[in-house]
Nanobody
């Protein structure tokens, strides 16, 4: 059964850093693209960053470029989001998603709260 689960969220001051992790089970994680999304209260879900199956290609939302870094370790079936220089507008629930044969599998999300 396909399952992805996020961890690493929390409360951090503006300018601080956090590292989110996503662990995948039930499928060969290294075969598929994956992404981080976020959803803030009252706003639509937005793509934060995406990464190719092998990790060689990445993409970022303009709002996080230069501050966030997406990476993956297929041997550990894991994906990461390093978030630096956090701003209050980064406050949201962050979800990881695995893109498998035209279908997206989502985790439950982890809350990131940035205090100003």
């Amino acid at each position: 059964q396909v399952h992805v689960a996020e961890s690493g969220g929390g409360l951090v001051q503006s300018g601080g850093s956090l590292m989110l992790s996503c662990v995948a089970t039930g499928f060969n994680f290294g075969d598929y693209r994956a992404s981080w999304y976020r959803q803030a209260p009252g706003k639509e879900r937005e793509l934060v960053a995406g990464i190719s199956s092998g990790g060689s290609s990445t993409t970022y939302a303009d709002s996080v470029k230069g501050r966030f870094t997406i990476s993956r370790d297929n041997g550990k079936r894991a994906m990461y989001l390093r978030m630096n220089s956090l701003k209050s507008e980064d406050t949201a629930v962050y979800h990881c998603a695995a893109h498998i044969s035209g279908r997206d599998y989502w985790g439950q999300g982890t809350q990131v709260t940035v205090s100003s």
